[in-house]
């Protein structure tokens, strides 16, 4: 368990995420317009859309399935009737004056997933709910000095709320959470996982109390849109909530908004101030049934899923959690790992494909798909350690040449003759030539100065260029010093 | 020779195919009459342009042997809550004052492609809240109807009291309404015409100005059974852009009329006898079952235990329905907007300014009954009510097929009379609001006339989706009852 220390003893802090995921879909929830981002400013926008007289929505079947799968990625229950309900507010990016969503009765209930942390270990948390529900608009308020402008591109497009239990104990375990969920998501194609453009977003709750003691008032962060900032919000709110209570204040229960530019939330309105939504089944819509043969069908043509891949990783391969992890985040790069690993030793494959090729690519900002060296390349990179004609220490040097120039790690050997050298004469020769010239050392050595044993490999490696086969190197040195 | 204002649309079309009449000259005579009859102020729009290019157009096809159906060349009367392309659509609401739809509504567009002639849009209570038509931003609507020996204006019904009143004074062969809780069949009953609200589900909703969703229906009012089946079947139909439409075929109404009522059990709810009830309204409905064991049915004491609380549970679903659709006018995108300093006032501005004070009250009842502390009480009770009563109609129709009731109370009262006391006015909806409850389609037919000359109307209630019996025994009263007076004859 992992607390804050305050003035007054240890904290516990609890937490709960409402992640919302826009639905991948070419139209809306209950319109036909399109939902492609980044369109001129209200260009994407039917009747339906802008709450004309006489207009009626029409579900669209396709989320309703997005929102199936989803469910079943989450090891959720699904219901065969769930309704529709009507969440009354006035605000200009909102031209119905009520938001259709679900509220009674959602089209998924309880699931859970399992998140996986730094030390090695992984945790279940308990997701409540899934519901399909209407985006609003976009109000944009600093384009002009009075007014306000909409855009309505946004309105009417289909998202799931994902509601957590409030299981998360650590900004880590949170920001671990919203990983998994985006992985799930982008797995099963219902989610493009785009936080930068809104695709997926987080309303935070979070709240503390003496470990094990009873849960404390809770604030809520709406819509924090990275992971980092998640982490950074619950950090903030946590420390925040601990001062009021041990300066000896109460927490308000309230809305919160992040500044990412401080790193700090700020009120947005209190308790007294929140809506009454007088929530009502919207009488335009008929309550959604669906056909357990229907679900079944679904949950056939699942891919597998994160979770699973990973105990498959950690159980086939024996990659520790760690590592598992870190491939199974995306598809693609599990689909990597797993051709580069093919035949090879996995454990190996693994460090080279979480090592080198993820420092490569996060260094040069590069997506996994662009990147210039191909599972083969680096599946034969392997290879060449393997039959002893690399070094490990010559092999990441083929690497930064091959992933520089995208050629193929045996060009690269022969045209640069970076072949790890083990014939024995050559190297003996070295060995005698370094001996000769470090008679100081080997006094030190035969001194029992142990340490002394590395300025001789390094001696050798420098006469060699660094092909020498270091194990050999030693083999010999040894001999020599001690013969 | 009967005047094209005369005819029934059946006449019409007949007199149409036989080529004795033209789309023009009905038109004609329909906008003439319509001149004539402004001090009812029926319409809110006239269009009477648009009207002779549709006869015109409907005379071309009628040449070239190409009509396209019993409504081809028939000049209606829309009510202003239909969405009408290019036309203003007000819901006779200054909020919407000068909102010109881009869109035509599905039902309107079905009587357009049918043929029909567009007059022009009929003037009703604001947002079709009223039963008097009292509370439209454009005026009262006057019923062409006055008492023997009295002068003084009497109101025409609502919400469709625009319709009515053009129904009944010749100024259309026929119109189309919307019935919520008795919007169609109260008015049809206070003028003197036939009104019918189909089966919820039965016409599409789509591009009608909402009021309540669950409940809003569209139906057609005329001057005979037979052309309320003609109408009927020019405006249903499967709408997949109404979530709440139903995928069923329209059936032929009028050729369910030929069918008797031999041998049909017409049930007689206790329950519909209801206190302040006039006793010439009692005796005509003892008239109308008369009438229908005369012609072969066979009656059956039935029982609807929870009608009592019917009323009650419509003024709690209605108004929270309507509280929710009417937030969209919020003087932001379209219609009237009055400005303020900041967001709200903008808000409280437009909605102050825009809404009439039954709209208010109906909001306000309708928020009220929605809020936190509240709704399990009110709106979720009414549900619950509104079940019971949808499990009478059930139980009911295990002993018969089909239900005889009056439409009203009473008949037409004096413009002012009520309008002070919403509650006298909502009990006009006494009888009517049962079967708007339980979706169940619904039909009154003018069927005679009170001490002082004014018109009164019996009630029938169908199975769901079983208009034709409901047709077949409204057919049969009608027969029997010969009813021919007409506006101003005495």
Same mark, same amino acid.
């Given at each position: 368990?992992?607390?804050?220390?305050?003035?007054?003893?240890?904290?516990?802090?609890?937490?709960?995420?409402?992640?919302?995921?826009?639905?991948?879909?070419?139209?809306?929830?209950?319109?036909?317009?399109?939902?492609?981002?980044?369109?001129?400013?209200?260009?994407?926008?039917?009747?339906?859309?802008?709450?004309?007289?006489?207009?009626?929505?029409?579900?669209?079947?396709?989320?309703?399935?997005?929102?199936?799968?989803?469910?079943?990625?989450?090891?959720?229950?699904?219901?065969?009737?769930?309704?529709?309900?009507?969440?009354?507010?006035?605000?200009?990016?909102?031209?119905?004056?009520?938001?259709?969503?679900?509220?009674?009765?959602?089209?998924?209930?309880?699931?859970?997933?399992?998140?996986?942390?730094?030390?090695?270990?992984?945790?279940?948390?308990?997701?409540?709910?899934?519901?399909?529900?209407?985006?609003?608009?976009?109000?944009?308020?600093?384009?002009?000095?009075?007014?306000?402008?909409?855009?309505?591109?946004?309105?009417?497009?289909?998202?799931?709320?994902?509601?957590?239990?409030?299981?998360?104990?650590?900004?880590?375990?949170?920001?671990?959470?919203?990983?998994?969920?985006?992985?799930?998501?982008?797995?099963?194609?219902?989610?493009?996982?785009?936080?930068?453009?809104?695709?997926?977003?987080?309303?935070?709750?979070?709240?503390?109390?003496?470990?094990?003691?009873?849960?404390?008032?809770?604030?809520?962060?709406?819509?924090?849109?990275?992971?980092?900032?998640?982490?950074?919000?619950?950090?903030?709110?946590?420390?925040?909530?601990?001062?009021?209570?041990?300066?000896?204040?109460?927490? *308000?229960?309230?809305?919160? !908004?992040? +500044?990412?530019?401080?790193?700090? &939330?700020? %009120?947005? #309105?209190?308790?007294? @101030?929140?809506?009454?939504?007088?929530?009502?089944?919207?009488?335009?819509?008929?309550?959604?049934?669906?056909?357990?043969?229907?679900?079944?069908?679904?949950?056939?043509?699942?891919?597998?899923?994160?979770?699973?891949?990973?105990?498959?990783?950690?159980?086939?391969?024996?990659?520790?959690?760690?590592?598992?992890?870190?491939?199974?985040?995306?598809?693609?790069?599990?689909?990597?790992?797993?051709?580069?690993?093919?035949?090879?030793?996995?454990?190996?494959?693994?460090?080279?494909?979480?090592?080198?090729?993820?420092?490569?690519?996060?260094?040069?900002?590069?997506?996994?798909?662009?990147?210039?060296?191909?599972? *083969?390349?680096?599946?034969? !990179?392997? +290879?060449?350690?393997?039959?002893? &004609?690399? %070094?490990? #220490?010559?092999?990441? @040097?083929?690497?930064?040449?091959?992933?520089?120039?995208?050629?193929?790690?045996?060009?690269?050997?022969?045209?640069?003759?970076?072949?790890?050298?083990?014939?024995?004469?050559?190297?003996?020769?070295?060995?005698?030539?370094?001996?000769?010239?470090?008679?100081?050392?080997?006094?030190?050595?035969?001194?029992?100065?142990?340490?002394?044993?590395?300025?001789?490999?390094?001696?050798?490696?420098?006469?060699?260029?660094?092909?020498?086969?270091?194990?050999?190197?030693?083999?010999?040195?040894?001999?020599?010093?001690?013969? | 020779?009967?005047?094209?204002?005369?005819?029934?649309?059946?006449?019409?079309?007949?007199?149409?195919?036989?080529?004795?009449?033209?789309?023009?000259?009905?038109?004609?005579?329909?906008?003439?009459?319509?001149?004539?009859?402004?001090?009812?102020?029926?319409?809110?729009?006239?269009?009477?342009?648009?009207?002779?290019?549709?006869?015109?157009?409907?005379?071309?096809?009628?040449?070239?042997?190409?009509?396209?159906?019993?409504?081809?060349?028939?000049?209606?009367?829309?009510?202003?809550?239909?969405?009408?392309?290019?036309?203003?659509?007000?819901?006779?609401?200054?909020?919407?004052?000068?909102?010109?739809?881009?869109?035509?509504?599905?039902?309107?567009?079905?009587?357009?492609?049918?043929?029909?002639?567009?007059?022009?849009?009929?003037?009703?209570?604001?947002?079709?809240?009223?039963?008097?038509?009292?509370?439209?931003?454009?005026?009262?609507?006057?019923?062409?109807?006055?008492?023997?020996?009295?002068?003084?204006?009497?109101?025409?019904?609502?919400?469709?009291?625009?319709?009515?009143?053009?129904?009944?004074?010749?100024?259309?062969?026929?119109?189309?309404?919307?019935?919520?809780?008795?919007?169609?069949?109260?008015?049809?009953?206070?003028?003197?015409?036939?009104?019918?609200?189909?089966?919820?589900?039965?016409?599409?909703?789509?591009?009608?100005?909402?009021?309540?969703?669950?409940?809003?229906?569209?139906?057609?009012?005329?001057?005979?059974?037979?052309?309320?089946?003609?109408?009927?079947?020019?405006?249903?139909?499967?709408?997949?852009?109404?979530?709440?439409?139903?995928?069923?075929?329209?059936?032929?109404?009028?050729?369910?009329?030929?069918?008797?009522?031999?041998?049909?059990?017409?049930?007689?709810?206790?329950?519909?006898?209801?206190?302040?009830?006039?006793?010439?309204?009692?005796?005509?409905?003892?008239?109308?079952?008369?009438?229908?064991?005369?012609?072969?049915?066979?009656?059956?004491?039935?029982?609807?235990?929870?009608?009592?609380?019917?009323?009650?549970?419509?003024?709690?679903?209605?108004?929270?329905?309507?509280?929710?659709?009417?937030?969209?006018?919020?003087?932001?995108?379209?219609?009237?907007?009055?400005?303020?300093?900041?967001?709200?006032?903008?808000?409280?501005?437009?909605?102050?300014?825009?809404?009439?004070?039954?709209?208010?009250?109906?909001?306000?009842?309708?928020?009220?009954?929605?809020?936190?502390?509240?709704?399990?009480?009110?709106?979720?009770?009414?549900?619950?009510?509104?079940?019971?009563?949808?499990?009478?109609?059930?139980?009911?129709?295990?002993?018969?097929?089909?239900?005889?009731?009056?439409?009203?109370?009473?008949?037409?009262?004096?413009?002012?009379?009520?309008?002070?006391?919403?509650?006298?006015?909502?009990?006009?909806?006494?009888?009517?609001?049962?079967?708007?409850?339980?979706?169940?389609?619904?039909?009154?037919?003018?069927?005679?006339?009170?001490?002082?000359?004014?018109?009164?109307?019996?009630?029938?209630?169908?199975?769901?989706?079983?208009?034709?019996?409901?047709?077949?025994?409204?057919?049969?009263?009608?027969?029997?009852?010969?009813?021919?007076?007409?506006?101003?004859?005495?």
């Amino acid at each position: 368990m992992s607390l804050l220390e305050g003035r007054t003893g240890d904290w516990e802090i609890v937490i709960g995420l409402e992640v919302h995921a826009q639905v991948t879909s070419k139209s809306k929830l209950f319109s036909g317009a399109s939902t492609e981002f980044g369109a001129e400013p209200n260009s994407q926008v039917s009747l339906v859309d802008v709450a004309m007289p006489g207009m009626l929505p029409v579900i669209n079947a396709h989320a309703v399935e997005q929102a199936v799968r989803t469910g079943l990625g989450l090891n959720a229950q699904i219901n065969l009737v769930s309704i529709f309900d009507r969440k009354n507010y006035f605000y200009p990016d909102l031209p119905q004056g009520y938001q259709i969503s679900q509220f009674l009765d959602p089209v998924v209930g309880k699931g859970e997933i399992e998140i996986d942390l730094a030390d090695g270990t992984s945790r279940t948390i308990g997701i409540t709910r899934l519901h399909l529900e209407q985006d609003a608009g976009k109000s944009i308020h600093d384009q002009d000095p009075r007014k306000t402008l909409i855009d309505l591109n946004r309105s009417g497009v289909a998202l799931m709320e994902i509601v957590s239990e409030p299981d998360m104990r650590s900004a880590e375990e949170a920001g671990a959470y919203v990983t998994k969920i985006r992985s799930i998501v982008r797995y099963l194609g219902t989610c493009d996982g785009n936080m930068q453009e809104g695709s997926m977003r987080a309303d935070v709750n979070v709240s503390v109390r003496k470990p094990g003691g009873e849960l404390g008032t809770r604030s809520e962060v709406k819509n924090v849109n990275s992971i980092r900032f998640i982490r950074e919000a619950i950090e903030y709110e946590a420390r925040r909530q601990i001062e009021i209570i041990e300066d000896g204040g109460t927490v *308000d229960q309230e809305t919160r !908004l992040f +500044d990412p530019d401080r790193g700090e &939330t700020r %009120s947005m #309105r209190s308790k007294e @101030e929140s809506h009454d939504y007088r929530y009502f089944p919207d009488p335009d819509l008929l309550p959604l049934e669906l056909e357990q043969s229907w679900v079944d069908a679904i949950r056939e043509s699942l891919p597998e899923l994160p979770d699973q891949k990973k105990h498959r990783f950690i159980s086939d391969y024996g990659l520790s959690v760690d590592d598992a992890a870190q491939l199974i985040a995306e598809r693609e790069t599990a689909a990597y790992f797993e051709a580069v690993a093919e035949g090879r030793d996995p454990k190996i494959a693994a460090n080279w494909v979480t090592g080198e090729l993820f420092g490569a690519l996060n260094r040069t900002d590069t997506d996994l798909s662009a990147s210039s060296v191909s599972a *083969d390349m680096l599946g034969n !990179l392997v +290879d060449l350690i393997a039959d002893g &004609t690399l %070094s490990n #220490r010559l092999a990441k @040097e083929v690497f930064e040449i091959m992933f520089d120039s995208g050629d193929d790690p045996e060009k690269i050997v022969e045209e640069k003759g970076m072949k790890q050298v083990t014939d024995t004469g050559a190297i003996e020769a070295a060995v005698d030539d370094a001996i000769a010239a470090g008679a100081a050392q080997v006094e030190q050595y035969k001194g029992g100065n142990e340490k002394v044993l590395g300025w001789f490999v390094g001696q050798v490696m420098k006469s060699t260029q660094g092909k020498a086969n270091p194990q050999v190197v030693n083999e010999i040195l040894r001999k020599k010093l001690d013969g | 020779m009967t005047a094209p204002t005369d005819f029934t649309i059946a006449e019409a079309r007949d007199a149409l195919n036989a080529g004795t009449v033209s789309a023009r000259e009905l038109t004609e005579a329909h906008i003439a009459a319509m001149e004539a009859a402004r001090e009812l102020n029926a319409f809110i729009t006239e269009t009477p342009d648009r009207a002779l290019e549709d006869a015109d157009e409907s005379d071309a096809r009628r040449a070239k042997g190409e009509a396209l159906g019993p409504l081809d060349g028939i000049p209606l009367a829309i009510k202003d809550l239909f969405c009408t392309e290019g036309v203003m659509t007000t819901a006779a609401s200054h909020i919407l004052e000068g909102f010109v739809p881009p869109y035509e509504s599905s039902v309107s567009g079905n009587l357009r492609t049918a043929g029909s002639v567009m007059l022009g849009k009929t003037n009703l209570d604001e947002f079709a809240m009223g039963s008097s038509n009292e509370t439209s931003y454009f005026g009262n609507v006057e019923n062409p109807w006055r008492r023997d020996g009295d002068n003084r204006p009497l109101v025409p019904g609502g919400s469709s009291g625009g319709a009515a009143a053009a129904v009944s004074g010749r100024l259309c062969l026929g119109a189309t309404g919307t019935d919520t809780g008795g919007s169609i069949r109260q008015p049809a009953a206070f003028c003197g015409i036939v009104g019918m609200k189909p089966t919820y589900g039965r016409c599409s909703r789509w591009g009608v100005v909402a009021f309540a969703s669950s409940l809003d229906q569209a139906g057609p009012m005329t001057r005979s059974v037979r052309d309320a089946a003609i109408l009927l079947g020019g405006m249903a139909g499967f709408d997949p852009k109404d979530s709440t439409s139903a995928d069923r075929a329209v059936p032929d109404f009028e050729a369910a009329l030929k069918v008797s009522v031999q041998g049909l059990r017409v049930g007689i709810p206790a329950e519909y006898a209801v206190d302040g009830m006039n006793s010439e309204t009692s005796t005509l409905w003892d008239q109308g079952k008369a009438w229908l064991k005369d012609a072969g049915a066979e009656l059956v004491d039935i029982s609807l235990p929870h009608t009592k609380y019917a009323l009650p549970a419509y003024y709690i679903i209605a108004p929270a329905e309507a509280s929710s659709n009417l937030a969209r006018y919020d003087g932001v995108r379209y219609g009237q907007r009055v400005e303020g300093d900041d967001l709200t006032e903008l808000y409280e501005n437009t909605r102050a300014a825009g809404f009439g004070i039954e709209v208010r009250r109906r909001i306000l009842i309708g928020t009220y009954v929605l809020s936190a502390g509240y709704y399990d009480a009110y709106y979720i009770k009414a549900q619950k009510v509104r079940a019971l009563i949808a499990r009478d109609f059930t139980q009911a129709y295990e002993k018969c097929d089909v239900i005889l009731t009056p439409t009203t109370p009473g008949p037409a009262f004096a413009a002012g009379e009520k309008s002070d006391d919403p509650i006298a006015m909502y009990l006009n909806d006494v009888l009517t609001v049962p079967a708007s409850l339980a979706g169940l389609p619904a039909i009154s037919v003018p069927a005679g006339l009170s001490g002082d000359g004014l018109p009164l109307g019996l009630h029938l209630i169908g199975k769901a989706f079983d208009e034709e019996t409901m047709f077949r025994a409204a057919q049969a009263l009608e027969d029997a009852a010969g009813f021919d007076d007409r506006p101003g004859q005495r």
